[in-house]
């Protein structure tokens, strides 16, 4: 059997010199930077006055909160409870849609293969300053314009879903094939003609599957924004924490977890029936 060659570490560094030459500070960064994560950490933990046994005492809180959850029970309030899960469900459904409508236009507008730069950056900033803002800050905002209940949970997730939908459409045009955009021009198609017929048979299915999953995920942002006001069964659930009635607590979780399951499944098949199922290898 033949012994493997030696290999010769001077010829080695003269062909990979950026490898064996690398000054003290590229060798330094990635260890300071975990030192520096590492001290933040630190620091966040003593700042914000974290205590191991405060966190073993609430572990026991919870535990008798847990018990006290068993069996979950409605009591006379199921009606009611449905009708504010079937609120939440509009809430999340209508402002959903409200903002993929709204958005469509303005992410053209927003595409770098569209408009030019001096007419983007202006809209591309309007979208970041509208997307910026959490959905929970929009609900107490529209709270105090038209008032208490579900119209302002609607308005909170369109505005709020109105700049993400915007970042993604444009996106999800500036990623569209041009060849066909250009079969267009070449026929003596429009500017309108490129859009219509060139790029939105292409982002049409994308943006279904986005809006899609933007309303499985709204159903969660309509229950959060329900605790403020906002109306559906975001409402009911802090009223009865409020309260201490547990056993309706852990029912009125049961059921926004079942509901969210099934808008994803629901969902999910959607999105995979007009997107289309990749085939697997």
């Known amino acids: 059997m033949s012994k493997p060659q030696d290999v010769d570490t001077a010829e080695l560094r003269a062909r990979y010199p950026d490898v064996f030459n690398r000054p003290a500070s590229a060798r330094l960064a990635t260890p300071s930077m975990l030192v520096a994560a590492l001290a933040i ?4 933990l003593v700042d914000l ?6 966190f073993i ?16 029970d409605p009591g006379s309030s199921l009606p009611l409870y449905l009708q504010a899960l079937g609120e939440t469900l509009s809430i999340a459904l209508l402002g959903t849609t409200l903002a993929a409508l709204l958005a469509l236009p303005v992410s053209l507008l927003a595409a770098r293969n569209i408009v030019p730069h001096i007419v983007r950056f202006p809209v591309r900033r309007f979208l970041d ?3 910026g803002v ?3 800050i929009w609900a107490l905002v529209w709270i105090n314009v038209v008032g208490l209940g579900p119209f302002a949970g609607v308005l909170a997730i369109a505005v709020s879903d109105f700049g993400a939908f915007g970042k993604l459409f444009s996106e999800a045009i500036e990623g569209a094939d041009q060849r066909q955009v250009e079969g267009i021009r070449a026929s003596g198609g429009s500017a309108l003609h490129e859009i219509r017929f060139g790029l939105l048979p292409q982002v049409l299915p994308v943006i279904a599957g986005q809006v899609l999953y933007f309303i499985e995920s709204n159903t969660r942002s309509a229950t959060i924004i329900g605790i403020v006001g906002a109306g559906g069964i975001g409402l009911q659930l802090a009223e009865q924490i409020r309260v201490l009635e547990w056993q309706k607590v852990s029912f009125l979780i049961l059921m926004i977890l079942v509901a969210v399951a099934a808008i994803d499944f629901i969902s999910g098949k959607l999105r995979f029936a007009i997107i289309g199922r990749r085939a697997v290898a």
């Open 41 to 44: 950490f630190v620091f966040g």
């Open 129 to 131: 300053s509208i997307r």
């Open 134 to 136: 959490d959905t929970l």
């Open 57 to 72: 005492t609430g572990l026991s809180q919870l535990g008798w909160i847990s018990m006290m959850m068993m069996p979950p």
């Open 49 to 54: 006055d974290f205590s191991p046994s405060r």
